[in-house]
């Protein structure tokens, strides 16, 4: 996989978690899909088979890692719309209360917020941050579900939560948390911000148990940008009404007054790139070959213990998580002498010169590493050399 990735080649690159480099098997399978679209000729009879082959094609390989079945996957453009289509398409009575993770990605945040202001909702924050730093990775769940039990309400009418929280680099007990859920009086909603699970780790115990499990595949999936989807669940399918709207939300495309689709598609909207499919297929193609989600997993725990470990014994170095991180999110802070925090921008700055990319995050200040499969083990001595030298 590394060798096909023409990015990789003269880079020392940490940054998945942002977006992922694309395999050249799949920037080829892009331009193929292209010209096989022109001389098919754009909108003819001929061409329309092809779409539909290279939609489902990605459709069902995105759906199969979810462990759900290709009906509750819609295909979306990035995480953001994942999360934001359904949600804002769901029956929300005044006064409901969202109850949102304090990890979450400030763009769903302010999504969440919006809907509450225009709907008359509250929000209330689900405190985890905290729990990633001080509890053990075995005492984590219980402590996620013990805050959530403290914050859920009779009101409780959503919780947003993501799998693979980006700062910390924690997993949260999805499966647990939509379990306790359902046995609430009022059967909150569960919204999944997946941008760093899918294509990371291992998703269908979590995903078929969300009512909106969002993602993308740009990052760890190692495909194009400007393609992602949405795992959704049966009753949300059942409840919520499309949003943005279009021909492709609708059963019979031609007329508007055709209902919508019952199944995921009632969240598609129009006319989208369809060699970005051909791409995504290919690199989600190619990570099969390398393993199965755990196997690719294993491979990318030993990287990021190795660098965990390395910041250990490197002085001024401070890892957010007490352990070995339980995926590829590496987080920490360096700290001068006197223990004063370097600042991180200066920092990553520093590393990019020397061609080391990491990137450094707000809430909280920190810098962050991710390892991928691609990631060798000279690279991490690198990065682990440049910062000692720092
Ligand atoms: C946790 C998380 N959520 C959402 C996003 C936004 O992703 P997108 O641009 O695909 O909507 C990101 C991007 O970095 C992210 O890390």
């Not at 080829?28 to 000729?41: D, F, N, P, Y």
């Not at 009575?93 to 509250?122: K, M, N, S, W, Y």
């Not at 579900?145 to 959503?158: G, N, Y």
């Not at 969300?210 to 990052?219: E, L, M, N, R, S």
Request: hydrophobic share 45%; with cysteine; proline share 7%.
């Amino acid at each position: 996989m590394r060798e096909l990735c023409p990015a990789l080649a003269t880079k020392t690159y940490f940054n998945y978690g942002g977006q992922g480099p694309l395999p050249d098997p799949s920037l080829e399978a892009m331009v193929s899909s292209w010209r096989t679209i022109q001389q098919l000729g754009p909108f003819t009879t001929e061409v329309w088979p092809f779409i539909e082959q290279e939609t489902a094609r990605v459709r069902q390989a995105l759906a199969a890692l979810c462990g759900v079945p290709s009906q509750r996957l819609a295909l979306t453009e990035n995480v953001s719309t994942g999360c934001v289509l359904p949600l804002w398409g769901l029956p929300w009575e005044p006064g409901d209360e969202l109850l949102i993770g304090d990890c979450e990605h400030p763009g769903v945040v302010a999504a969440c917020q919006e809907l509450a202001r225009r709907q008359g909702l509250t929000v209330a924050v689900l405190p985890v941050l905290e729990l990633c730093c001080t509890s053990s990775q075995t005492d984590l769940p219980a402590a996620v579900l013990a805050a959530l039990e403290q914050r859920l309400t009779p009101r409780t009418r959503l919780v947003v939560l993501s799998h693979l929280l980006w700062n910390s680099g924690a997993i949260m007990p999805i499966a647990a948390v939509a379990q306790r859920l359902r046995a609430h009086s009022r059967q909150p909603w569960l919204l999944v911000d997946a941008a760093q699970s899918m294509g990371a780790i291992p998703v269908d115990e979590a995903a078929p148990h969300v009512d909106i499990y969002a993602f993308t595949g740009h990052k760890w999936c190692c495909g194009p940008e400007g393609l992602g989807g949405v795992a959704l669940s049966e009753r949300l399918l059942e409840q919520a009404q499309p949003t943005l709207i279009g021909w492709r939300s609708l059963r019979h495309e031609s007329s508007a007054a055709s209902s919508f689709h019952r199944d995921a598609r009632r969240f598609e909207v129009a006319t989208s790139c369809v060699p970005l499919a051909s791409g995504l297929a290919t690199s989600l193609e190619l990570l099969a070959d390398a393993g199965s989600p755990a196997e690719r997993l294993l491979a990318i725990g030993a990287g990021s213990r190795r660098l965990w470990q390395g910041l250990q014994s490197l002085s001024g170095a401070r890892t957010l998580l007490r352990e070995p991180p339980p995926a590829g999110l590496v987080s920490f802070t360096l700290h001068d002498g006197a223990g004063r925090p370097r600042r991180t921008a200066a920092v990553v700055e520093a590393l990019g010169r020397q061609g080391i990319w990491i990137r450094r995050l707000d809430q909280p200040d920190c810098l962050r590493a991710c390892i991928h499969i691609t990631t060798t083990d000279a690279e991490i001595d690198r990065l682990l050399a440049a910062l000692a030298a720092l």
